[in-house]
């Protein structure tokens, strides 16, 4: 079994899209939540967004089950005040549950969190969260470290005022959560090939600087893109970590912290699997997602993961397996009723 932790539902049609940008609209010029209920879309609707993309590109590639969450790009938390954007996160999360109930051998859910920019994650957070893994059966959540859309102007992920209460809200619950960032509002930095990169490498930093997991030491994390820059200077970072005494960073990090496999190119994979112990990498493509071309030189997409996996003479056959799927099964604790119906 292949299950690819992490997927986004970026074909939704595109009444979703619109209503966000007249939310967003609404709140610059007025500074409050939108008094409009979100469009209602039909069964048919999903279905065919699913069908017709999602559920085809995993089908022709292999993958059986996709960890589904709402378009990382469009949680926009550097707009709009806590009404609107607990509105647009409950939308988006009940649109990907309906598209997991109606797929269910093949999706299951993670949530986005109603954060604000500038608000640090208090009651409205945590009910939609716990709405989510308790009400509608989702298996993980997905957590900004930047809702200022790539200025960074919350505290760092080790704040304990800031971060601890959802941390703690997260270890209850028994959840692993996904780092991911939103769209960028600077324009130095792209969001998908710059600000995705940025925000995964700023929290394993971040992690590895702080006693965050020694104050959670059963909280999980998901590195999203292979772990940012991290797998490729490993030497940079465990020589600093050396150097402020924090000691070896796979005893220090690799019992909380895993990374995906979402590196669009075969030495990037080999690389990352030669670095990162593959009982850390989940396998993953993020497909429909950042990446849509096709490799002129394989004629495959760049976003095909599985092939670079199969390719790779990096780790054993065992390995593979454990990347595939044993590695998800032992993190989200919820998957395996989805597992039983695949």
């Excluded at 409009?36 to 590109?57: G, T």
């Excluded at 549950?97 to 999706?107: G, I, S, T």
């Excluded at 939103?182 to 792209?190: K, Y």
Aim: hydrophobic residues 40%; aromatic residues 10%.
């Amino acid at each position: 079994m292949i299950i690819d932790c992490h997927g986004h539902f970026t074909t939704t049609p595109p009444e979703v899209m619109a209503y966000r940008a007249r939310q967003v609209a609404y709140f610059q010029t007025t500074g409050q939540c939108l008094p409009e209920d979100p469009p209602e879309i039909s069964d048919a609707q999903i279905h065919a967004a699913i069908s017709e993309n999602q559920l085809q590109v995993m089908q022709a590639r292999g993958i059986d089950l996709t960890l589904f969450s709402p378009r990382a790009i469009g949680m926009d938390h550097q707009f709009g005040d806590e009404a609107t954007n607990v509105r647009w996160a409950e939308y988006c999360n009940n649109l990907v549950d309906r598209a997991c109930k109606m797929f269910p051998q093949h999706l299951a859910g993670v949530c986005q969190l109603p954060q604000v920019s500038g608000q640090k994650p208090g009651a409205a957070v945590f009910r939609e969260l716990q709405r989510c893994i308790q009400e509608l059966g989702f298996v993980g959540a997905n957590l900004n470290p930047d809702p200022s859309g790539g200025h960074w102007s919350d505290p760092p992920l080790w704040d304990k005022d800031w971060w601890y209460p959802l941390y703690d809200q997260l270890v209850a619950l028994d959840v692993p959560v996904m780092i991911h960032v939103s769209g960028s509002c600077n324009p130095h930095f792209n969001a998908v090939a710059t600000h995705y990169i940025n925000g995964d490498t700023t929290a394993f930093v971040q992690f590895m600087m702080s006693d965050l997991f020694k104050d959670h030491p059963t909280l999980k994390f998901i590195i999203p893109h292979g772990g940012g820059a991290a797998p490729y200077h490993w030497g940079r970072y465990q020589g600093m970590a050396i150097d402020m005494g924090l000691g070896d960073l796979t005893t220090r990090m690799f019992k909380n912290l895993y990374f995906d496999t979402c590196v669009y190119h075969q030495p990037g994979i080999d690389l990352l699997l030669k670095v990162i112990p593959s009982d850390n990498v989940l396998f993953a493509s993020e497909t429909i997602g950042a990446v849509r071309a096709v490799d002129p030189q394989t004629g495959r997409h760049f976003d095909d993961t599985h092939e670079y996996i199969k390719a790779t003479q990096v780790v054993s056959d065992a390995d593979k397996e454990k990347i595939y799927q044993h590695n998800a099964l032992g993190l989200y604790k919820r998957l395996g009723q989805h597992v039983r119906k695949a």
